[in-house]
Antibody, heavy 122, light 107 residues
Framework: EVQLVESGGGLVQPGGSLRLSCAASGFTFSDHYMDWVRQAPGKGLEWVGRTRNKAKSYTTEYAASVKGRFTISRDDSKKSLYLQMNSLKTEDTAVYSC?????????????WGQGTLVTVSS | DIQMTQSPSSLSASVGDRVTITCRASQGIRNDLGWYQQKPGKAPKRLIYAASTLQSGVPSRFSGSGSGTEFTLTISSLQPEDFATYYCLQHNSYPLTFGQGTKVEIK
């Protein structure tokens, strides 16, 4: 069974930093691109960014709203995905979820984690 | 960026009704579109991928259609467990973009 479990969320002051983790199980993590998606309270879904797999040199893509502040990384040996968030703003408050990208279905999303809440507030 | 305009933003319907939700892309995205269902406090669940392919295990009352810029999710006969929020997602180009969501409520 595919499982994605996020951790590391919490309360942080504006300008602060936080590192989120996503532990994957039930599939060959190293094969897949992985994304982060967020959802502000009561709002819709927003793509944050992507890390590709080793075959694509672990290259990354980011939403304009987080580029230069957030960094996505992965450790295939630990089956883990990370999101380093710096210079946090109040508008970054959201539930952050890791999402598996399915190459076999045209690079759409097939599995989502439950998410971890990040609150940016003074 | 590709804008995904989803409509309606909400609808009220009865059990057994036929429901149609539309997403319009600001430029052509071939069939690089998925539909997702989200219930409160839960992770989204994929219903449709490649615009019209039904995810394994999803009831056949759900169907998707469209290509290019116009896409539709249809629920042929709404069931109690279908009351949720639905999102489209284009993955044709970066940044990936979601529709604003459609909340399906009980009439």
């Amino acid at each position: 069974e595919v499982q994605l479990v996020e951790s590391g969320g919490g309360l942080v002051q504006p300008g602060g930093s936080l590192r989120l983790s996503c532990a994957a199980s039930g599939f060959t993590f190293s094969d897949h691109y992985m994304d982060w998606v967020r959802q502000a309270p009561g709002k819709g879904l927003e793509w944050v960014g992507r890390t590709r797999n080793k075959a694509k040199s672990y290259t990354t893509e980011y939403a304009a709203s987080v580029k230069g502040r957030f960094t996505i990384s992965r450790d295939d040996s630990k089956k883990s995905l990370y999101l380093q968030m710096n210079s946090l703003k109040t508008e970054d408050t959201a539930v952050y979820s890791c999402v598996r990208v399915s190459e076999s279905s045209g690079y759409s999303y097939d599995y989502w984690g439950q998410g971890t809440l990040v609150t940016v507030s003074s | 960026d590709i804008q995904m305009t989803q409509s309606p933003s909400s609808l009220s319907a009865s059990v057994g009704d036929r429901v149609t939700i539309t997403c319009r892309a600001s430029q052509g995205i071939r069939n690089d579109l998925g539909w997702y269902q989200q219930k409160p406090g839960k992770a989204p669940k994929r219903l449709i991928y490649a615009a019209s392919t039904l995810q394994s295990g999803v009831p056949s009352r759900f169907s998707g259609s469209g290509s290019g810029t116009e896409f539709t999710l249809t629920i042929s006969s709404l069931q109690p467990e279908d009351f949720a929020t639905y999102y489209c997602l284009q993955h044709n180009s970066y940044p990936l973009t979601f529709g604003q969501g459609t909340k399906v409520e009980i009439k």
